[in-house]
């Protein structure tokens, strides 16, 4: 009995062990900036950024990903959680009227900062980082992609378009990244035939139609002609909601997928978890 009350406790001492959050900051041109992350993790893991919508944070952001938390060690995925500048980030938007934009905030070199932390800390392997958005985390999971593709493995972004070429004021790198879009045909905050998007009473300019941002990846990556369509199964009939699934995907190119979620709002879907259906995407993109 007491070598079994042993062997639970030790389980349950590794599993709290590797539930446990941390939380550091970085200095970056006169503001620390804070993020959150679940360590420890094996040496050579993927580093996993997830991205709070406009007005969120960190920590907040753990209740949607418990399901990819219980499979991260498994996974040998280092997760972090990073806050925004004062709830926001400065994605592209270039009429958004939060802090971050409006004072400019380097996001890039935030983001270059925690990479090297955990190169440095935590060994993980570079040519493996991953960043999923949603809402305003998507647009700045874009802006990574758009601006530093060459430090991201690929990206996922759930209810996000990109700016309309009229907001948008990054300077693109234009260097084809594997990217995941998942979006609501119903979504009024972040429109799915593009308009405006207002986010606590604050707009945040102008944004594409999801076919249109679906194109602009697509096309950087190559392909033309449709997609191969596939609708997913109705796990939840009551919701309403149905999935359909368009990729484009060929030897020597990044695949380029978009979930559409059929009378879906600005949130997520009942029928999958986003965030597993993310880290199945970017499985896909580590297979040799």
């Not at 009429?95 to 983001?111: G, K, L, R, W, Y």
């Not at 033309?224 to 020597?252: C, N, Q, S």
Request: glycine fraction near 8%.
């Amino acid at each position: 009995m007491k070598k079994k009350l042993f062997l639970f406790f030790l389980v349950l001492l590794v599993h709290t062990a590797h539930c446990q959050l941390v939380s550091d900051s970085v200095l970056i041109e006169g503001h620390y900036r804070t993020f959150h992350f679940l360590a420890p993790a094996d040496k050579q893991s993927s580093l996993l950024f997830v991205l709070h919508g406009s007005g969120g944070n960190g920590r907040r952001m753990r209740s949607g990903a418990q399901k990819l938390e219980a499979i991260a060690p498994n996974e040998n995925i280092l997760m972090v959680y990073p806050d925004g500048y004062k709830n926001y980030w400065n994605e592209c938007r270039k009429t958004a009227q939060s802090a971050a934009n409006m004072e400019n905030i380097n996001d890039n070199a935030f983001f270059q900062s925690m990479i090297t932390y955990f190169e440095q800390k935590y060994v993980i392997n570079p040519k493996k980082v991953f960043a999923v958005g949603s809402s305003g985390g998507g647009h700045m999971a874009y802006k990574l992609a758009v601006t530093m593709p060459e430090q991201f493995r690929a990206i996922t972004a759930l209810i996000a378009n990109l700016p309309d070429t009229n907001n948008m004021d990054c300077t693109e790198k234009r260097m084809a990244i594997p990217v995941m879009i998942v979006n609501g045909t119903a979504d009024r905050t972040n429109p799915y035939a593009g308009g405006e998007v207002l986010t606590n009473g604050i707009s945040l300019g102008f944004v594409r139609s999801t076919d249109r941002t679906f194109k602009y990846w697509s096309e950087l990556a190559g392909y033309a002609g449709r997609p191969k369509m596939e609708a997913l199964p109705d796990t939840d009939p009551t919701d309403g909601r149905t999935i359909e699934r368009y990729t484009y995907k060929e030897p020597g190119k990044p695949e380029v997928t978009l979930l559409k979620v059929l009378n879906g709002e600005h949130n997520s879907p009942r029928d999958i978890d986003v965030y597993l259906e993310a880290w199945a995407f970017f499985k896909r993109q580590m297979v040799e």
